[in-house]
């Protein structure tokens, strides 16, 4: 609506995107595999082992 006034809102809608693009998976990944693995850790009565690969979650 105001990229001709404001050319530099195209490189921001751009930037916006990537990072969007980026974040939204993350809370899925929470839901389905580290709040998972925290109820399992609260609930266990000896250390659990998971595979977490490389993720930071390790």
């Given at each position: ?12 809608r ?45």
């Amino acid at each position: 609506m105001h990229g001709e006034r404001h050319p530099e809102l195209t490189e921001v809608r751009t930037l916006f995107g990537a990072l969007r693009a980026d974040l939204e998976p993350h809370p899925m990944k929470e839901e389905r595999i580290l709040f998972p693995m925290v109820r399992e850790l609260v609930t266990a009565t000896t250390a659990p082992s998971f595979r977490c690969g490389s993720s930071p979650i390790r």
